[in-house]
């Protein structure tokens, strides 16, 4: 075997989003305001219960981890219990695993950590469960809460936490941890090829690291193309020509546009309408035409958040737009 193929194979082996994962808190990118304060807990040793919330890939789990890692040194997954709260949504998983864990949590001021992902899966009951157990091991154990949505805890626990609102990571930081990577890993990418990389992560650094090794293994240079077909997102191009080509009343070449997106490109619905809202602002409207654009928009995707046929709802609102005077 060549030294080619076994750097090759190597790159295959490696996860690279668990191989550039951060370990300290000053190495994370994009959340330096909350990343400050996380610090100064640690240089206390005065760790509050935390809630961290935001979408995918900005940085929630890493940062646990790296609070961890700067706690305990090398011992830190001793101390460390993680839990996937969407995996075990019930109240046998507070009950059971998190009570053992911090029933032989020290004491005193050595406590653990319990890290709980995708906390806004939990049942009522199971967050009434877990308040009650935070209130009972608050001298063995703090809780850091990761979610996606806040608003699906209840007010008892998140009066008990330090709440850190994630943001989306900018465009400039996920391209600069993009271009290292690609830089460590000897992988030419152009500059359409990072670009493509961002619009299609929108903040989320772990799609854009995952995007980026998939495009590298599948061809020696990390262009455009490579990009948008291996991540399955449409190109912006196209998302506004269907547009374009609705507002314009030919219903049928949009829903031609359509089709190709889904069935040719194979782009989920739900993921043609998120690039339809965050495009929406770039179709050049007038204000009014942008706000019946986006109200268009959100009825579908509730629907089809709610079960109803990709397919139908963004050809009804394709027609909609096209019937629209």
Known sequence: MSEADTESRARRDEIWIEKYRPETLDDIVGQETITERLKSYVARNDLPHLMFSGQAGIGKTTSAQAIARELYGEDWQEHFLELNASDQRGIDVVRDRIK???RSSFGGSNYRIIFLDEADSLTSDAQSALRRTMEEFSNNVRFILSCNYSSQIIDPIQSRCAVFRFSPLSDDAVEEQVRIIAENEDIEVTDDGVDALVYAASGDMRKAINGLQAAA??????????VYAITSTARPEEIKEM?????EGDFLAAKATLDELLTDEGIAGGDVIDQLHRSVWEFDLDDRAAVKLLDRIGEADYRITEGANERIQLEALLASLALDD
Do not use: I, K, S, Y
């Open 217 to 226: 293994v599948t061809g020696e240079v990390v262009d455009e193309d490579a």
């Open 100 to 102: 053992n864990f911090a």
């Open 243 to 247: 547009v374009t080509e609705a507002l």
